[in-house]
């Protein structure tokens, strides 16, 4: 029997797994799978440090070419007010399906599933299908798809394409493919100077004129014009902080904190060395400490056969020809693409984290036949 998308998709809204806590997500997930004969592992990993989290590996088959759709099944808090319905429902109203992780990405992981179920009437595979699913995709992201990852090449077991469920289209069904992601890069910054009377300056050391210094020294410029499959470098501040209550005293030190989302144009050592760089040419005279986190480089799969693939089962079902794009945040697809080709495709993305977040039913129904689609031509792709 096949499986409803809509149905299996309510059941998973219907755990509440505000990350990092699971509430029975995978268990359903993990129930539907092994009723089509999947081999399911579930995976425990817990960093010193942080919590716990629970992820799934199931596979389907034991020869390649191995093709594997990737999720989360952790949502981010519904917030304390705003919703017209119980976010963690499942309720069906006007043909849309309402609930946390509705679209950010509960109804993907049911669209491939029911795909998964559609494709199996005709037969086994001429490989294996697999699904690698965290749930610790919307916090740290240490001990999710990284640690699966880890857990496979130490079994020795391959994935040879994969595709990411998340929300990528910006208007409908069909807008866009994520062919790449910009990678993601955190400073922290503090200057040092010497505490003192405002009315005596000279006796003191005010690190704040050199912060503003520096911080202008790496915002006044763009970082690049872009690249062949990237939009332009950014940075932004998102917090400068003294921390002086009294405004008669010249603070000891000035704290920034900035991120930068990178194109291939940089490494996170590049980076590195400009942010130095740039510092020490207008910080002369004080101390600074840089210390920086790279949650994730940048990568592009370049269009070729999985690409392809993947747009025309989008075309051939919505009648449009998806844009190939790198914009937005990051994904887990930053560590997947280190063992494979990956690209992402999901539903529209409009209300992910918001209040009342929904997918269209038909939608669902549209991605579930997307889905379908590469499943029916993937291994012939893979082969060739």
Wanted: glycine share 12%.
């Amino acid at each position: 029997m096949t499986i409803d998308p809509v149905a299996l998709a309510q059941d998973l809204i219907r755990c509440p797994s505000v990350t990092p806590r699971d509430d029975g997500a995978l268990g359903v997930l993990e129930a539907a799978l092994a009723s089509m004969g999947f081999t399911c592992h579930r995976l425990r990993f817990q960093q010193e440090g942080t919590e716990p989290v629970e992820n799934l590996y199931a596979r389907l088959g034991t020869e390649g070419p191995n093709f594997c759709f990737a999720g989360h099944t952790d949502v981010v808090p519904p917030g304390d007010r705003g919703w017209t319905v119980d976010p963690f429902a499942g309720e069906v109203m006007g043909g849309r399906l309402f609930g946390r992780g509705a679209v950010d990405m509960k109804g993907a992981i049911a669209a491939f599933v029911a795909a998964v179920s559609r494709r199996l009437e005709d037969g086994p595979p001429a490989g294996s299908i697999s699904l690698l699913i965290t749930g610790d995709e919307e916090g740290v992201a240490i001990n999710g798809t990284r640690k699966v990852l880890d857990w496979l090449a130490e079994r020795g077991e391959r994935i040879d394409a994969c595709v990411v469920g998340e929300p990528t289209n910006p208007k409908a069904l069909g807008d866009m493919i994520k062919i790449g992601r910009r990678g993601s890069l955190t400073g922290f910054l503090t200057v040092f100077g010497a505490q003192g009377h405002v009315a005596y300056p000279h006796l003191a050391d005010n690190p704040l004129p050199r912060l503003v210094r520096m911080l202008a020294a790496i915002t006044e410029q763009p970082m690049d014009e872009g690249t062949a499959h990237f939009q332009p470098s950014t940075l932004a501040l998102t917090t400068i902080d003294v921390d002086n209550t009294a405004t008669n005293v010249i603070p000891a030190q000035g704290k920034a904190t900035f991120n930068i989302r990178f194109n291939d144009a940089h490494t996170p050592a590049s980076i590195e060395a400009w942010l130095r760089r740039s510092f020490d040419a207008v910080g002369v005279g004080g101390a600074y400490e840089l210390e920086v986190y790279c949650s994730g480089d940048s990568f592009v799969t370049p269009p070729g056969p999985l690409t392809e693939l993947v747009a025309e089962a989008v075309e051939g079902v919505t009648g449009r020809r998806p844009e190939y794009s790198t914009t937005g945040g990051t994904s887990d697809a930053r560590f997947i693409k280190n063992v494979c080709p990956v690209v992402e495709f999901g539903l529209v993305g409009q209300t992910m984290h918001k209040v009342d977040e929904y997918c269209s039913v038909e939608d669902l129904r549209q991605l579930t036949a997307i889905y379908e689609s590469i499943l029916k031509g993937v291994f012939t792709r893979l082969a060739g």
